[in-house]
């Protein structure tokens, strides 16, 4: 079996001192592939950078919406710039935070929209973070949209009415360890047996979300934990969890432009 890691934040500071053993226990765990995702200037060069470091890893450059308010154009130039390396495959995290406000509505929106534009110049596919945008993440991207554009909602849990919007927009939806949580995976649980099977991605979102039962035993989520997140996803579908992991592998892939025999085996 392989399993690809659609999101993970291996530049995070918690894995600079074990990094080599994390990468070794995802490849026992069968996790072979892993797109380590920027937020900003400096995660997305890590990003980059070990990406390059590791085969197996692909990365991704953006600005996060809690990191709009220091966006700037300068900021993006030199991000365009970095996406000309060959292992960067998408462009984001990008998107639409109100939850927590971290960055001012007028900022998120304004850079999300820039970044977009930027991504389609690029003809890069994008990875969106969406929380509590009350729809206007919905309508931006709807005028922002076309059928040739690609992109997934990385951590989906929104409603089964925002889930039709993004497949009908021909998004992929990204399913984390939210999934094994008993009260929180609820709805999503329900969800994800109705997703086609082409538009899923799983993922970790390390060192975030460790699904049960690691959160049990560790605070740090890692790629290997990715495993059991699959494993969960084809219970709930009723399917072989050896097929569910093809099919997957193939969607990331596929979504992020990559040769699916490239990898480690």
């Known amino acids: 079996m392989k399993i690809f890691d659609s999101h993970c934040h291996l530049d995070?500071?918690?894995?600079?001192?074990?990094l080599?053993?994390?990468?070794?226990?995802a490849c026992q765990a069968d996790v072979k592939a892993m797109m380590v995702v920027g937020v900003d200037?400096?995660?997305?060069?890590?990003?980059?950078?070990?990406?390059?470091?590791?085969?197996?890893?692909?990365a991704?450059?953006?600005?996060?919406?809690?990191?709009?308010?220091?966006?700037?154009?300068?900021?993006?130039?030199d991000l365009k710039v970095l996406?000309?390396?060959?292992?960067?495959?998408?462009?984001?995290e990008t998107g639409l935070d109100f939850n927590r406000m971290y960055s001012p509505q007028k900022d998120q929106e304004y850079w999300f929209i820039r970044q977009l534009e930027l991504a389609s110049q690029l003809s890069l596919p994008l990875i969106f973070h969406e929380r509590d945008?009350?729809?206007?993440?919905?309508?931006?991207?709807r005028t922002h949209w076309g059928p040739d554009r690609q992109g997934v909602v990385h951590c989906f849990s929104g409603s089964a009415d925002e889930l039709d919007a993004y497949l009908?927009?021909?998004l992929y939806i990204g399913i984390t360890g939210i999934l094994t949580i008993q009260s929180r995976g609820k709805a999503l649980r329900q969800m994800a047996r109705h997703i086609p099977a082409e538009?899923?991605?799983?993922?970790?979102?390390?060192?975030?979300?460790?699904p049960t039962p690691h959160r049990n035993k560790f605070r740090r989520n890692e790629p290997a934990f990715v495993r059991t997140v699959l494993e969960k996803l084809a219970d709930i579908r009723q399917e072989p969890p050896e097929t569910l992991a093809a099919t997957l592998w193939d969607n990331t892939c596929r979504l992020f432009g990559t040769d699916p025999t490239q990898y480690p085996s």
Request: glycine share 8%; hydrophobic share 40%.
């Open 12 to 18: 995070d500071t918690g894995f600079d001192q074990d």
């Open 20 to 25: 080599i053993q994390v990468l070794q226990r």
């Open 41 to 58: 200037a400096h995660s997305s060069k890590k990003a980059v950078s070990i990406a390059n470091e590791h085969p197996g890893l692909i």
């Open 60 to 77: 991704s450059v953006g600005v996060h919406p809690h990191d709009a308010e220091a966006c700037s154009k300068e900021l993006l130039d």
């Open 83 to 92: 996406a000309s390396d060959a292992k960067v495959r998408a462009w984001g």
């Open 133 to 141: 945008s009350r729809g206007r993440f919905l309508e931006i991207l």
């Open 168 to 170: 009908g927009l021909g």
């Open 199 to 210: 538009r899923l991605l799983v993922e970790t979102d390390a060192p975030y979300l460790t």
